[in-house]
């Protein structure tokens, strides 16, 4: 167990962190007449200004030190910076990625498209408020307030699922939409019985029964059966909107269905920030219900084992991705469930790779939509000589998912794995090991169809397929370059992780 | 009598009535009869924390913003989004009949369980003490029949109405559990549910257009 001096350091960074992108999104709407360029000025800007302040903050608490803000209404430890950093670097990649890309999905003269291209100005300023609640929920200290800005991601998300307003996407954003809600309203309930419970013990005076540190040192106070009501009503919650299975049903068509910038913030982003949030309030009662723990590894290994399974059999590479990051939060669920320092690590590593490689293998098969029109794969071959760049990417991303050295994603499941054996739980290695091998057979399988198989109908395509423009692919090679960086320097994020692990473990000791 | 001054009999006899206008809002297939059974209630949830405000007085706040949000500002909505789209509730899953059954039995059953169990839910003394126990069981029985019209209905904006009888629900237990709870945190609460209803009747509006229904069990587009 490791034992944190903390020290709190007042910062401004915490509130401007999300106020910059939510007032940012207020600005483009402003200037919606000046055209796309305004819009696209405007998100890469505040995005821009987002990522700093998200390298800024993890920097600021790389050495254990919490930031506190509003009279500790906000606060930032490692775990929260983590979860920062990755809203606000895959973020900003993101919007960097939609530039050219959504230029692209909204041009030309048919109704349906002049419909798209007259409400981008409305894309820019929901993917800044995306991105501006995902911060808060981060942020935040707030029980309540973690549970509005959780329900916030949902509203500032939902028209961007059916931003296309086709068929398909239609239905994709009335189930996001109503399961999430539907999953969310359990979760004000466990947040509102968790605040009843705290401020009961009368331990805690005024409002400090909704700030979470407070309730931490308080939670084993809480009677058992409302410990049990209160986790298993935010397990439900923020499980659904986590994608944890058996409450993943919506995101396969939500992810897919979303322009592809916003799928690289579902699955990259969102469902991170949703799980941040199950692991902030349920790891509270780990102490008081180690029960809890050992739940937490089973609905992991379901997770992890379903999500792939259901990947296999996948034609479509959007849905194939959407599946496979169901199996991935398994295993982060498995990890940081564990309740230990190891377990939490290897869980919170996942957490940061996974956002990386599913974010990058989301964009390469956005470019393939781009230079091709279709991602069924059935539909596509051949691509890797007109496409060398997404190919390699492409490639870089499977290997890491599927947890294959040097890349990232080995190191982050090699510590899961350890994790679990260390806790006795070898059933959970072997599913895990197992699951990282269809894994791979999944995403290996489209990528040789894709890009090296002799396409189906390759005379018909003809030569007008070839590599996506800078701006799309540049964010690619970063995220590619970052996956390889942290499967050769696993030690880079230590700071950060470390710090997390340990809270997580301490609340769980 | 209650040792607190609110009048316990006034106080059951519009618990009563709100979850009987919860079982109304299920069960009556015309959805604008059904959106005003909704209104009815979320005008007795007004009476209620009035009731109650004379204990607690931040409640008068919590009224307030209920009347604007569940008695003005939703109702419109779904009143524009029915005119919008069609009148008549698609057919649920559980016939009339047998619905009003398992309706009243979740009624009497889970008001009777809540009732005698309420310490797990709400471990403070004041929130067992009547009427506030009271509200708890009335609280979670909204909740559960908001619940199971969620589950047997397959109507799109009847889905929303029991989404919206679900987080009335939870509202009215804040009364129980949460007195405390800051003016900011509860405008949060009620204003997101407010945002919820329109942007998911705003995004029904434009499921009717393109498939010409409401029937949920209708949109099978992306098992293609």
């Keep these: 167990m490791t034992s944190l001096s903390v020290v709190e350091l007042p910062s401004a ?20 007449r000046l055209g796309l360029r305004w819009g696209q000025l405007v998100t890469l800007l505040a995005s821009g200004a987002m990522a700093v302040m998200g390298l800024a903050i993890a920097r600021s608490v790389w050495g254990g030190a919490v930031l506190t803000a509003w009279g500790n209404e906000l606060r930032v430890d490692a775990l929260s910076a983590l979860v920062v950093l990755i809203v606000s670097v895959v973020g900003f990649l993101a919007c960097a990625y939609s530039v050219r890309y959504m230029e692209h999905a909204t041009a030309g003269e048919g109704p349906g498209l002049v419909k798209r291209a007259h409400r981008m100005p409305l894309f820019h300023a929901l993917v800044l408020w ?17 549970w509005a800005a959780v329900e916030a991601t949902t ?11 086709d068929r398909r996407a239609l239905e994709a954003g009335y189930k996001y939409m109503m399961l999430l809600t539907v999953g969310i309203t359990f979760a004000l309930f466990g947040c509102v019985v968790v605040y009843a419970a705290a401020a009961a013990t009368g331990a805690l005076g005024g409002g400090e029964a909704l700030l979470i540190s407070e309730v931490r040192g308080v939670a084993w106070m809480i009677p058992s059966g409302t410990a ?28 897919a269905e979303a322009p592809t910038p916003v799928s690289v913030l579902l699955s990259g982003v969102m469902i991170k920030v949703a799980l941040y949030a199950l692991a902030r309030t349920v790891s509270i009662f780990f102490p008081s219900l180690p029960a809890i723990t050992l739940f937490a590894v089973g609905m992991g290994v379901f997770t992890m084992l379903l999500g792939v399974v259901l990947a296999l059999v996948q034609e479509d590479l959007k849905r194939l991705l959407a599946y496979s990051s169901v199996s991935q939060m398994g295993y982060i669920l498995a990890g940081v469930g564990l309740g230990t320092y190891l377990g939490a690590y290897g869980g919170l590593f996942h957490l940061l790779n996974h956002a990386l490689f599913k974010s990058l293998l989301f964009m390469c098969v956005g470019a393939v939509v781009y230079a091709t029109g279709t991602r069924r794969i059935g539909e596509l071959g051949g691509l890797a000589r007109e496409m060398p760049v997404t190919s390699a990417c492409f490639l870089v991303g499977a290997l890491a998912i599927a947890g294959f050295p040097p890349f990232n994603g080995f190191m982050s499941k090699l510590t899961i794995y350890l994790a679990l054996a260390d806790s006795g739980l070898w059933w959970a290695v072997a599913v895990a090991v197992f699951t990282s091998v269809l894994t791979m057979v999944a995403l290996i399988r489209p ?6 198989a002799v396409p189906a109908g390759a005379e018909a395509r003809g030569a007008a397929v070839r590599e996506v423009p800078a701006f799309m692919w540049a964010p690619m090679v970063v995220l590619a370059a970052l996956c390889l960086l942290l499967g050769l320097a696993p030690g880079l994020a230590y700071g950060l992780l470390h710090h997390a692990a340990a809270l997580l473990a301490g609340a769980g000791g | 009598m209650s040792a607190l001054p609110i009048s316990e009999e006034l106080v059951r006899t519009l618990s009563l009535t709100v979850v009987i206008t919860s079982v109304l809002t299920v069960e009556l297939r015309h959805l604008r009869f059904s959106a005003m059974a909704y209104v009815v209630q979320a005008l007795l949830i007004v009476a209620l924390l009035v009731s109650y405000a004379t204990v607690n007085h931040a409640l008068y706040w919590w009224a307030g913003t209920a009347l604007i949000t569940k008695a003005v500002l939703i109702p419109w909505f779904l009143f524009r989004y029915i005119r919008r789209t069609r009148e008549m509730e698609e057919p649920p899953l559980v016939g009339f009949g ?8 979740l009624m009497t059953g889970f008001y009777r369980l809540t009732h005698s169990q309420v310490a797990l839910l709400a471990p403070s003394a004041l929130a067992q003490a009547e009427v506030f126990r009271t509200n708890l069981a009335v609280a979670s029985t909204v909740f559960v029949l908001g619940l199971y019209s969620l589950l047997t209905r397959r109507d799109a904006v009847k889905l929303v109405i029991a989404l ?7 509202h009215l237990s804040l009364v129980s559990l949460a007195p405390g709870l800051p003016e900011t945190a509860l405008f949060g609460i009620a204003s997101e549910v407010v945002v919820t209803v329109f942007i998911l009747l705003y995004v029904i509006e434009g499921v009717y257009r393109e498939f010409g229904t409401t029937d949920t069990f209708r949109l099978r587009e992306l098992q293609r």
């Design chain 2, 98 to 105: 047998p619905s009003v059954i398992v309706a009243a039995v």
């Design chain 1, 228 to 255: 049990l009501i209160a986790v298993s009503m935010l397990l439900i919650g923020f499980g659904t909107k986590a994608g944890l299975a058996p409450f993943h049903p919506w995101l396969p068509d939500a992810h």
């Design chain 2, 164 to 170: 919206c009888l679900l987080e009335n629900g939870v």
């Design chain 1, 155 to 165: 509203l500032s998300s939902g028209l961007l699922v059916a931003f296309f307003w």
């Design chain 1, 13 to 32: 960074l915490p509130a401007a962190v999300f106020l910059v992108p939510v007032l940012a999104g207020f600005l483009v709407l402003a200037g919606g």
């Design chain 1, 447 to 452: 990528f040789y169809r894709v890009f090296w």
């Design chain 1, 130 to 146: 995306f991105l501006g609640t995902m911060a808060w929920a981060a942020v935040t200290n707030n029980i309540i307030m973690l």
